[in-house]
Each structure stands twice: as structure tokens, then as C-alpha cells.
T-cell receptor, first 112, second 112 residues
Framework: SQQGEEDPQALSIQEGENATMNCSYKTSINNLQWYRQNSGRGLVHLILIRSNEREKHSGRLRVTLDTSKKSSSLLITASRAADTASYFCATGRIQGAQKLVFGQGTRLTINP | EADIYQTPRYLVIGTGKKITLECSQTMGHDKMYWYQQDPGMELHLIHYSYGVNSTEKGDLSSESTVSRIRTEHFPLTLESARPSHTSQYLC???????????FGQGTRLTVV
């Protein structure tokens, strides 16, 4: 099964509100990354947080990581219509082959 | 924009045809990946490569094959396309197995 599982699967909010998405994983990780995918296109890297970090910011994005609970959250503040997309978390596992494993994604819709 | 390119962008082909999906990157990355993604669903890793003449099967079994003769080129081939192969195929590369991945725009394949 996939390493990361995003929650919720779909989220619809009004423009200007904050959006929070969560990701849970099962095994020990080296880092956790968040990506955005606009409809029918490739993924774009948003932010990477290492296993020894607890919080990271990039513009309107805030990511937290709780390794004890094996979970991460992505907060998008002051959402815009252009933020409408699917958001995926990806984990870099410590053991086994070094490759990213993606979750199922959260479909975010920002209503104007 | 990432320097990774996939062609064709869209492909409609008949059952039984042989097809090759092209992926090239100009970033000098050793690591390259192929993911399969159905609309609105998670990404499944089907092949990856850690360098020239190195290829491995991913987490999802696939009837496709890959080759890595040059660092910048990682084509995917289906010897005999079937309707069950209809999907989006995403190519990615990274400088390390757990580093940020750069994605192409994807090839949307339809087998009729």
C-alpha cells in the first residue's frame, strides 16, 4: 500500500480562507515533501521538511511534521482561486530503495 | 519551469500497437522515474533508474519496459498496447533518491 495517506480526500473552501491538509505515513522517513498538481499536468514541488525539523514556511505555505505521530500537515493561508489543485505528500523512506512514495492526494477547490 | 520533457503529450492508439513514451531531462540527474496515474487517483511508481544501464521495477507491476542508455533519456515502451494501459504516465527526475523530484507534463495515453 502507499506510504502516505492524505486527509481529507477533497476539500472545498471560500477564497481567502485557510486550507489544511494532513498526511499520515507508516515507516521511518528521511524527509517528507508536498507537491501540487494542476488538473491533467505534472507535479510541482512545494516544500521539503526533514525528519529532524518540526515546522517550515514558504510564502503562504506552512508545513508541520510530527514524527512521533507519523503525520504532517500543509496549511495554505489566505487561499486564492489559483490554489485549486490536488496536493500530494511524498515520503522518502530510510530503509529500502531510496525513492519517493506518494499518497493519494487531497483535491482542493477554492470557490471565488 | 523544470527542464524535463515528455512526448507525446497525448496519444490515442489502437490495441496491439507498440508505443514508446519519451522522457528527457537536461539537469544531469542520475535518478529518473516513471509513474502511472489514473485521473484523480494516486501515483504508482512503475519503473526507476539510478543511472545509465540501471533500471528497476517499481511498486506497481507493469507490462511496460524501460531503458537507460544515456543519462538524459529514459523512454518507456509498451510492446502491445491494451485498453487496460489507458492512463496518464508521468516521468520525473531528481539529483538523489530522496531529493526534490522534477516532473514532466505527462503523457495521457488512450488505447482503443
Amino acid at each position: 500500500s502507499q506510504q502516505g495517506e492524505e486527509d481529507p480526500q477533497a476539500l472545498s473552501i471560500q477564497e481567502g480562507e485557510n486550507a489544511t491538509m494532513n498526511c499520515s505515513y507508516k515507516t521511518s522517513i528521511n524527509n517528507l515533501q508536498w507537491y501540487r498538481q494542476n488538473s491533467g499536468r505534472g507535479l510541482v514541488h512545494l516544500i521539503l521538511i526533514r525528519s529532524n525539523e518540526r515546522e517550515k514556511h514558504s510564502g503562504r505555505l506552512r508545513v508541520t511534521l510530527d514524527t512521533s505521530k507519523k503525520s504532517s500537515s500543509l496549511l495554505i493561508t489566505a487561499s486564492r482561486a489559483a490554489d485549486t489543485a490536488s496536493y500530494f505528500c511524498a515520503t522518502g523512506r530510510i530503509q529500502g530503495a531510496q525513492k519517493l512514495v506518494f499518497g493519494q492526494g487531497t483535491r482542493l477547490t477554492i470557490n471565488p | 519551469e523544470a527542464d524535463i520533457y515528455q512526448t507525446p503529450r497525448y496519444l490515442v492508439i489502437g490495441t496491439g500497437k507498440k508505443i514508446t513514451l519519451e522522457c528527457s531531462q537536461t539537469m544531469g540527474h542520475d535518478k529518473m522515474y516513471w509513474y502511472q496515474q489514473d485521473p484523480g487517483m494516486e501515483l504508482h511508481l512503475i519503473h526507476y533508474s539510478y543511472g545509465v544501464n540501471s533500471t528497476e521495477k517499481g511498486d506497481l507491476s507493469s507490462e511496460s519496459t524501460v531503458s537507460r542508455i544515456r543519462t538524459e533519456h529514459f523512454p518507456l515502451t509498451l510492446e502491445s498496447a491494451r485498453p487496460s494501459h489507458t492512463s496518464q504516465y508521468l516521468c520525473a527526475s531528481s539529483s538523489g533518491g530522496l531529493a526534490e523530484a522534477f516532473f514532466g507534463q505527462g503523457t495521457r495515453l488512450t488505447v482503443v
